[in-house]
């Protein structure tokens, strides 16, 4: 008799041998209720790719049978009021938003973005690598360039004479998504909520009356517009997309550059080939995945493939799985710069789409470059590579000491 499958979210194989970790699973079920967590997961590319735009399933988690609102406004007003009311789980608000930020992200503004992006890049980055000695890119790149990316970008350093107090809090909003936090972790987190949405209705007050060339100006212009969205809607849209929205791309940037460092022969093939750049990022974010596993909440019973999935009941959509499916990517083990991704799920798929997919690709691809430019000759120390296995939402390398060759 067959054993069911059970989910080892806290094992080495997720982290450190995704592909082994899904080819596993999806051996013995490619579709399973995990048996101690009670939620479902899902491995294969198809199947997640339906799931994401599914309209039985929600992305927010206050549809899910262990969300309590009352107890969350009671105790956290400030987080629930952004979580709650977040726009871009809400099914009225969503798509104005999305028009926002389309009407925003002009092609001056894209410009101007990428300007911005290379800048902080050079700034951050170049002083670290561009010279002899050990950079734990785990530590001194990862964690501060995607908060300095996005402050520069909507205008923070602009606004307010505080940035890095900014930052500091918008670092620990960001943990909001872990579910394991405890009360005190929770108090510390409304503490930065309250602080957040003051700073951020401040901020847009400023921007009305004295746009700048930033993303706050270019959403409050849009949003003025438009019509449909409040400052409220606004200050959520900004910070989800500030703090929450530079999480991932914090640990996919470690997982990016251990890639880049320890793949000698695509390494070598793009520094031959600078014009396979974009195609490079592509598969980087697919083999190095920073996110363990994307969620939907189910609003309502509902019947997938012959499984029953009960209204209230979590989904967890595995990245491992979808970006290592052997239908859809030839020897998905292999990093392949030449690789065509155009079926890859890395950024999600339907209206919920990273808003922010741009800019999590041009850090990237600049941050790349930067180590193909100013350390060519830069190697892992691949012994010292430390991991944390307890980091429940993403892969997490948390030591990656590299030598820069120079």
Known sequence: MSTAPALDIFGEDICKRPVEFANRLRAQAPIFLDPNMGVWVILNHEDVKQLLVHEDLHISPKYSANYSSAEHAAKYPAWYKMREFNPFSDDVKHPLIRKMTVKAFSPSALRRIEHQIKHAVDTLVKPLIGVPGVVDVAKEISPHLPYRVLCALFGVDRLREDSEAFLEHCRVYARLIDPLLTDDEKAVIEKSAAYLAKEVAEMIVQSRKHPGEDLISDFVRAADEMGGLNDDDLACAIIALISTGST???????????????????????????????????????????????????????????????????????????????????????????????????????????????????????????????????????????????????????????????
Not at 261 to 287: G, K, S
Not at 345 to 364: D, K, M, P, Q
Not at 386 to 391: A, D, G, I, R, V
């Open 248 to 406: 991932a791309t914090v640990f996919t940037l470690t997982l990016v550059v251990h890639a880049l460092l320890t793949q000698h022969e695509q390494r070598a093939y793009l520094m031959a080939h600078p014009e396979m750049i974009d195609q490079a990022v592509e598969e980087l974010v697919r083999f190095a995945h920073g996110g363990k596993f994307a969620y939907r909440f189910a609003m309502r019973d509902l019947e997938y493939r012959g499984f029953q999935i009960k209204k209230g009941q979590v989904l967890m959509m595995s990245f491992a799985g979808i970006s290592n499916d052997p239908k859809v990517f030839d020897h998905p083990e292999q990093c392949e710069f030449a690789r065509n991704n155009k079926a890859a799920l890395s950024f999600g798929h339907g209206v919920h789409y990273c808003v922010g997919a741009h800019v999590a690709r041009n850090e990237i691809r600049f941050l790349v470059k930067a180590f193909l430019d100013y350390a060519p000759k830069a190697r892992v120390l691949t012994d010292k590579i430390e991991w944390n296995l307890m980091n429940i939402i993403n892969r997490e390398i948390s030591t990656l000491l590299v030598d820069t060759g120079n």
